[in-house]
């Protein structure tokens, strides 16, 4: 596959994939619909990351291989980082609509990762809802920290990040967060 023009109108992104064992850093085609139309497509269960460097999560820095293309299993897929907040795709998409919203600072575990960062919610914070509402798996995250549970020296910040709420283990609302 190669960053070629097709018939609809696509762009390359950068970003940095996590799964349990890789971090994945490459481009990816994405529809005007950004990366959340294309994460969240519910009629395909896979994607391509061109020009990918793989590094295993134990040491994210040292690169293991290098592929033109790289095929990823969606559900698979963890969290996706991104290095500007507008590669993720028009606001009514990521906030799920034109909808006024609230900004959440949350802790998310996942069996891997941990991330703190900024979840916006219409209405009051309703976790069932979060877990269920709508068809998307991936749901946005802002002023992100992702860190893997097991690696501490993984850390990763970013301005929007996406995770698959299908890989949830915990979601903490920072504001209930008791002082010791």
């Keep these: 596959m190669t960053l070629e023009p097709s018939s609809i109108t696509q762009r390359a992104i950068s970003a940095d994939f996590y799964t349990t064992s890789y971090r994945i850093v490459g481009k990816v085609m994405v529809p005007n619909t950004g990366l959340m139309g294309l994460i969240n497509d519910p009629t395909s269960s896979t994607m391509e990351v061109v020009d990918a460097h793989l590094a295993r999560v134990p040491m994210p820095s040292k690169l293991v291989d290098h592929y033109e ?3 990823l299993v969606k559900a698979q897929v963890f ?5 500007r907040r507008e590669d993720m795709g028009p606001q009514a998409l990521a906030r799920g609509g034109y909808v006024r919203m609230n900004e959440y600072p949350v802790r998310i575990a996942t069996p891997i990762y941990e991330l703190l960062g900024t979840l916006e919610w219409a209405g009051r914070f309703d976790f ?3 877990l269920t509402e709508g068809s998307r798996d991936f ?3 802002y002023a992100a920290r992702l860190t893997a549970v097991l690696i501490p020296a993984l850390k990763v910040d970013s301005p929007a990040l996406l995770f698959n709420r299908r890989q ?7 504001s209930q967060r008791i002082e010791e």
């Design 168 to 174: 949830m283990d915990l979601l903490a609302l920072n």
């Design 128 to 130: 069932s809802a979060i």
């Design 139 to 141: 749901v946005p995250l």
């Design 79 to 83: 969290a996706v980082a991104l290095s």
């Design 69 to 71: 293309v790289v095929r």
